[in-house]
């Protein structure tokens, strides 16, 4: 290449690229499986796979907004119509909350944004292709958000704040009380968007009941996809619900026509086959169980999950232990010096993945 007179914006040419996870790597006498982006090992219900090929109009383009989708999502949740914004993938809508709310300010002065980190990885480079400032605020040491330390990064320049729960990559899951007694810490301008990609896999005694928060206030927006219980990752199907002042604004800088009609087709398909969903999503919950009893019971001290993944805090040894389980053929996700990200999958995934723990010579965490 010869050096290139152009360049992006500054905040671009710093930004890190997305790396999304490897797929699995063969290797002799083992079984390959991707466990290295939170999916579902049993894909969709089947409905959903068959609405896909049933869609006769893929000359046509889809329905502007997803309005079919949106008005099987109002009935589904019992949410108005309007409060819906959908996307392609939950990642989608949250480029446009972010796109809408937060960015350079006519002062010049950057708008900030703030979450928990480690979390998931899309956060700063959405928030910092926006031309916004992230605030990370370090999550402790058991994987949960610090919420005091949240309330105290709040400054006058702060637009949106992210609560992931459960949070990617560590697991726990935030309760109702907690986010509850944060938004009474956050200035009601301030947009708090909770993030619950993984909510159908929580078993807690005090779940947060988002959409009972999002109607008593007007600056949370609730964010959901169709790509990890409903296994439509594939398919890109996200959305948000808020209240008509946000959720107006969310639409009016979409993609126009982000989700596909094959994606809105198997969303509503999915939404029509819960019972299937749920099963799937049960499996996935009790494969969970039994992963966290078998690595507490081989001495491994990892974090409370309520999502379809574990977190194994191995510091400095992360890429070590990502290399012995891409050894044996299981792609997991490991975060250089932080820990490794590993999805539950099929039970023979997740019982080498559990014999890899009893005898990894760098473990316990
Ligand atoms: N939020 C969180 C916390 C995630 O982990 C992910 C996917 N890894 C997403 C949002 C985005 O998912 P999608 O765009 O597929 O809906």
């Given at each position: ?10 905040a671009?040419a ?18 390959p ?38 008005a ?9 119509f309007e ?6 993938g ?5 480029t ?11 002062d ?28 990370p ?28 729960t ?10 109702h009380q ?46 959901r ?66 992963v ?5 019971q081989?001495?491994?001290?990892i ?10 805090p191995?510091?400095a040894?992360?890429v ?34 559990i ?11």
């Open positions: 290449h010869t050096t290139s007179p152009v360049s992006p914006r500054e671009v710093a930004l890190p690229a997305y790396s999304a996870g490897k797929p699995p790597k063969a290797a002799e006498g083992y079984t499986y991707k466990l290295s982006s939170n999916e579902n090992p049993w894909g969709p219900a089947p409905a959903a796979a068959q609405a896909v090929r049933d869609v006769t109009t893929l000359h046509r383009y889809p329905n502007p907004g997803a309005e079919q989708l949106r099987a999502l109002a009935e589904h949740l019992a949410v108005p409060d819906i914004v959908t996307g392609a939950s990642l989608g809508a949250l446009q909350l972010i796109s809408a709310f937060a960015g350079t300010g006519s010049g002065q950057q708008d900030e944004v703030i979450y928990a980190w480690r979390s998931f990885e899309a956060y700063p480079i959405v928030v910092r292709t926006a031309g916004a400032q992230d605030v605020v370090p999550v402790m040491d058991d994987g949960r958000h610090n919420l005091e330390a949240m309330t105290a990064a709040i400054s006058d320049r702060t637009r949106v704040i992210l609560l992931c459960p949070n990617n990559p560590t697991g726990p899951a935030l309760s907690e986010v509850t007694d944060f938004l009474a810490t956050v200035p009601s301008h301030v947009v708090v968007v909770i993030d619950e990609a993984y909510l159908e896999f929580v078993r807690s005694d005090d779940p947060v009941d988002a959409l009972a928060l999002y109607r008593e206030h007007p600056n949370v927006v609730v964010l996809t169709f790509s990890k219980a409903h296994g439509l990752a594939g398919l890109r199907v996200g959305y948000a619900i808020g209240q008509p002042a946000v959720t107006e604004h969310l639409r009016k800088v979409a993609v126009p026509f982000a989700v596909s009609a094959v994606a809105e087709a198997a969303a509503i398909a999915s939404l029509e086959h819960l019972d299937e969903v749920n099963q799937r999503v049960e499996s996935i919950v009790q494969e969970r169980e039994r966290v009893a078998a690595l507490s081989a001495g491994w001290a974090p409370e999950t309520q999502a379809n993944f574990v977190w194994l191995l510091g040894g992360a070590d232990f990502a290399q012995a389980a891409g050894a044996q053929a299981l792609a997991v996700r490991p975060f250089d010096g932080e820990g490794v990200r590993v999805t539950i999958g099929e039970p023979e995934a997740n019982d080498r993945f014999e890899l723990c009893r005898t990894y010579s760098g473990g316990p965490g």
